[in-house]
């Protein structure tokens, strides 16, 4: 990263953010936007949260704006939101699909692109978990409650559900929250359906759908199809990723 050489300073963590209407006052304009969970949990976690608003430029394409963005930065989180566009894993969209967001999956495609080419340390929470499955060449089941019968993962309504998850022994999340049984707040209700490549599932519910996985082959990469956000009493995911962080910045001054 580019920036003063001290060791000292805290890790910068991007995150990808909304962009949707938006009304303060008598504005009703379309803004970039991040519920205030996401940057409390880096910030009490040690690291300092930037966000990473959705964005094309006219000059320049949308890989050598998210590499500057990436050169001010020690992590990356690919957070939650719309669905991401079948048309990228190449399946036939389905009734109850969100709207493509292009501007979204655009920007962060070329963020964790980016962030994979640097080996930058990256937390995927939801929607990042889907989006990431896709970039690796994976597929996603569309709706689960067609697909697996079950309304368990999105009850509606802003209320988040509570499912458990059995924890992979051995695996880097195991060593982040233990490798027994986690209650975890759920609000999707699309799924991981085949894998992508390199990844690994670390966690899954009691049917079988993929919960967590990660990357073994080397670097920093976690997703979550839950929101640890949400869970004020444990920060154990974000102090992970600001950990590894740390320690990226450590060696990008190094070297």
């Not at 959705?54 to 001010?72: C, I, K």
Request: net charge negative.
């Amino acid at each position: 990263m580019g920036s003063n050489g001290s060791e000292t300073r805290l890790p910068v963590i991007g995150l990808t953010t909304y962009l949707e209407q938006a009304k303060q006052g008598v504005w009703d304009v379309r803004a970039a936007f991040l519920p205030q969970q996401y940057f409390d949990a880096v910030t009490s976690s040690g690291g300092v949260a930037v966000l990473l608003p959705p964005q094309r430029h006219s000059s320049v394409d949308v890989d050598a704006a998210a590499s500057a963005v990436l050169d001010g930065l020690d992590g990356l989180i690919l957070t939650g939101g719309l669905d991401v566009q079948p048309e990228l894993y190449g399946a036939p969209r389905h009734p109850l699909t969100d709207p493509a967001r292009p501007d979204r999956d655009d920007w962060e495609l070329a963020l964790f692109r980016g962030a994979e080419s640097r080996r930058m340390p990256v937390f995927a929470i939801c929607r990042g978990l889907q989006l990431v499955n896709v970039a690796r060449g994976g597929t996603l089941q569309q709706h689960l409650p067609e697909s697996m019968g079950t309304e368990r993962y999105r009850i509606g309504g802003g209320v988040f559900a509570t499912n458990e998850v059995e924890i992979a022994h051995g695996s880097r999340l195991a060593a982040l929250v233990g490798d027994d049984i986690l209650n975890v707040h759920s609000y999707h209700h699309q799924g991981v359906d085949r894998l992508g490549e390199g990844l690994v599932a670390s966690a899954r519910t009691d049917d079988g759908l993929v919960q967590a996985f990660e990357d073994p082959s080397g670097g920093y990469l976690v997703g979550v199809q839950w929101h640890p956000e949400e869970n004020l009493e444990d920060r154990r995911l974000f102090a992970g990723l600001v950990a590894a962080a740390a320690e990226y910045a450590r060696t990008e001054v190094s070297a």
